[in-house]
Structures are given as C-alpha cells and as structure tokens.
C-alpha cells in the first residue's frame, strides 16, 4: 500500500521553538538542542520506506537538513496544531496515499523499527498511535480521514491522547510502545549526548 510519512518541523530559530525548554536552559541552547533533534528524525526517517514530507511552520527553506533526495516539502497551513494535522493528512490522501502517518520531530528514543511496525500496523487496524509518556502521542497513523481527532482538543495538554481514543471508539485502534518526547528539561535531562549543549550555556 502507498505509504506517506509526514514529520512536522518549527522552523528552528532563536527564540522560537523549545520555549518551554527554553525557560530553563536559554534560547540559544534548547535552539542547539532542537536541531539536534530534527536531525536525529531525518537520519531515523530516511531509512523508512515510505514517501516522505516535511511539513514546515512558517517557510519551506530550500537547503537544509530535509533534503530534496529524501524528502518532499510542504507548508503547514491552520489556525491551530489540530487544523494544520488535519489538512497535512486530508492532503497526502487526496494525493493518492493509502496509510499516511504523523511523527512529531523531538524523539531521541524514535527509530526505524517503531515507524515501520506502525506501517505494517495499519495493515489489520484503522488507526495507529505512538503514546507520548506527557499524555500526547509522538506518532499518528490512519487509512482514512478521521477528522473528530483533530478538534476540539486541548493541545499540549495531557488529556490529548485520551480525547483522540475516545473519538475513535469505533475503530480499531493499535497502540505502540510509549515514548519520551522532550518539552522540557526534565524530559531531556537523562540524554547524556544532550549534555553537550546546555552544559555549554550555564
């Protein structure tokens, strides 16, 4: 089946991404951190097969990590995460894609092997979902449009994935192994390779 693979991405400058990180840790490291991150998503994607996307928060930019060899880019488009998610999945199907799945882009723990039992997932379920540890979820995977998951949710909150199941209850719905995603300090803190960046900027 034909699988498209969306990673979205904030654009990475000062000031504007990690913010909750950033109240810790200063700008211009959880800036560092956070490219590290994205760079660990685009080396763990580019071993999956499956179509690839690059959803950006405010601009494509043409030469950076997501390049033109492994990925495709699009720009996010609504007013919140639910609409923007909302038309990067109604947009891949109209497309032609058959399994379309979500990753976020602040996972260290995220690896090929998670990603691609997710797509064989989807072979006997409607949905797929990646529990993040906060209560979110890190990965996001459906054959068809289900558009109740993407309103009426209090995003960045710790009941987003418990509201998601209960709009699918008639569906079946896959859960994956629960994953870290990294917010804040105290979700990062344990990652010795992240060390680097924040010890340099006491």
């Known amino acids: 089946m034909k699988t498209a693979l969306i990673i979205f991405t904030r654009n990475p400058e000062l000031g504007k991404c990690k913010t909750r990180l950033a109240k810790t840790i200063g700008d211009q490291a959880a800036l560092d951190i956070y490219k590290y991150l994205l760079q660990h998503t685009a080396n763990v994607a580019k071993k999956v097969n499956a179509d690839r996307f690059v959803f950006y928060s405010e601009a494509l930019i043409i ?3 997501w390049g033109a060899a492994h990925f495709r880019k699009k720009l996010q488009k609504g007013k919140n995460l639910g609409e923007r998610m909302h038309n990067a999945f109604d947009d891949l199907f109209h497309l032609g ?4 799945i979500i990753l ?3 996972l260290l723990d995220l690896n090929k092997d998670i990603i691609e039992n997710a797509i ?3 072979h006997k379920n409607d949905v797929v979902i990646g529990p993040a540890e906060d209560g979110g979820y890190y990965l996001l995977g459906m054959k068809e449009l289900h558009p109740a998951i993407f309103i009426n949710k209090a995003w960045g909150t710790e009941t987003v994935r418990e509201d998601t199941i209960a709009d699918l209850k008639n569906k079946d719905v896959s859960l994956l192994q629960p994953l870290n995603d990294i917010d ?4 990062m803190k344990h990652y010795n390779q992240l060390k680097q960046f924040y010890d340099t900027h006491d």
Do not use: A, N, P
């Open 63 to 65: 030469d950076d990590i």
């Open 97 to 100: 894609y058959e399994k379309v």
């Open 104 to 106: 976020g882009s602040d």
């Open 120 to 122: 064989d997932r989807l």
């Open 184 to 187: 804040t300090f105290d979700d």
